[in-house]
């Protein structure tokens, strides 16, 4: 299907809120036989969503800002990552398709060789990279990077970290709505709790919201893995709210919303010392995950998928099935 599940939901948001199909959906649903304490792990793969099979959530959230981009006669964007972003990557790819240039503002991370393959990937990908170090120069250097990537009169089109705008939350609503068609469809029960990893809040935000407005009384497990960005419950409710502003400025008749009703757990439990710091706990969840057929990232998804066995395995969250969000996309090499 073409058409996103927000714009079927939303008719009205059609024409005021533009979108473009990078992946396919849904992404598939599994039941993670034999692993945890009563059989009720699933995984729903958003590893596989992009166009050409990689990208992960990357992409789901340049559906919507790249048309957001277009819309605004923009030609440029600037946003900011750590070394080896996986974020910064997928924009400079896809933008590059639609006419967009990309510059990145990267800030320094632990260098270990899947950071340096990064790099180079970066270097390759035709964006303009400054290495801006830290967050303090980044800041220091706003203004002059905005200045030297117009065109035309035209200033880029600025970026949070991880695409986490309002806009490229909307990417997860969309997730969120998606998950309950899986449940309705019979695809997957009803989870209790949905794991992801929190790098920007993005995902997680969109999730919460797109959750409540699909009428799920799913729960949203947020697994901080980075610590330079303030993530905690006030945050990402906060971006799930600005995100509902959105939707209902561009015309959505979203009815009543209460988004301090919907269970979020935040938990720093798995970050270790730090973003893209390796954990033990994470590399023992790679392994458990690649036995069971599932590649994880020691940045993002090995952290969250830690926190998906011990969460099931202390009982940490109530009863029900839980389904973990694989949100590593393979890069194309
Ligand atoms: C593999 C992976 N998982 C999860 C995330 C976190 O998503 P968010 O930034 O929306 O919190 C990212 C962010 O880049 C990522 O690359």
């Known amino acids: 299907m073409n058409q996103p599940l927000l714009h079927h939901k939303f008719p009205e948001l059609v024409s005021r809120l533009p979108y473009v199909r990078l992946g396919t959906a849904p992404t598939p649903v599994r039941r993670l036989d034999g692993l945890g304490s009563r059989n009720r792990l699933w995984l729903k793969d958003e590893s596989v969503f992009g166009d050409g099979g990689w990208g992960g959530n990357k992409v789901r959230k340049l559906e919507w800002i790249l048309p957001d ?24 790819l896809y933008a590059k398709r639609f006419g967009i240039g990309t510059a990145l503002a990267l800030i320094d991370q632990p260098v270990d060789d899947h950071v340096r393959a990064q ?38 089109y600025y970026l949070p970290p991880g695409g986490s705008s309002p806009v490229g939350a909307l990417g997860y609503v969309e997730a969120g709505l998606e998950i309950a068609a899986q449940v309705e469809a019979g695809d997957i029960p009803e989870p209790a709790h949905v794991v ?3 790098g920007s809040g993005g995902t997680a935000a969109g999730l919460l ?7 799920l009384r799913t729960g949203v497990v947020a697994v901080v893995v980075n610590d330079t960005l303030p993530l905690g419950p006030r945050e990402i409710r906060d971006l799930a709210g600005r995100t509902e502003t959105l939707l209902r400025r561009r015309g959505a008749k979203l009815g009543d919303i209460d988004l301090t009703s919907g269970k979020l757990t935040v938990t720093r439990e798995y970050l270790g010392p730090g973003y893209g710091y390796a954990t033990a ?4 969840a790679q392994r458990v995950g690649l036995e069971h057929g599932i590649p994880l990232d020691p940045v993002y998804t090995a952290k969250a998928f830690a926190g998906l066995l011990e969460i099931d395995a202390k009982t940490l969250v109530d009863d029900g099935p839980i389904v973990m969000l694989d949100t590593f996309g393979p890069r194309p090499d």
């Open 196 to 198: 992801a990893a929190v």
């Open 119 to 156: 790099l180079e990937r970066l270097r390759r990908s035709g964006a303009t990279l400054h290495l801006t170090r830290n967050k303090a120069r980044t800041v220091a250097c706003a203004p002059w990077l905005m200045l030297r990537h117009t065109r035309g009169g035209r200033l880029p």
């Open 209 to 215: 919201l797109g959750l409540r407005l699909a009428g």
């Open 69 to 92: 981009v277009l819309a605004r006669k923009s030609r440029r964007i600037i946003t900011v990552g750590g070394l080896g972003t996986n974020w910064g990557l997928a924009t400079a």
């Open 281 to 284: 706990e994470g590399r023992a």
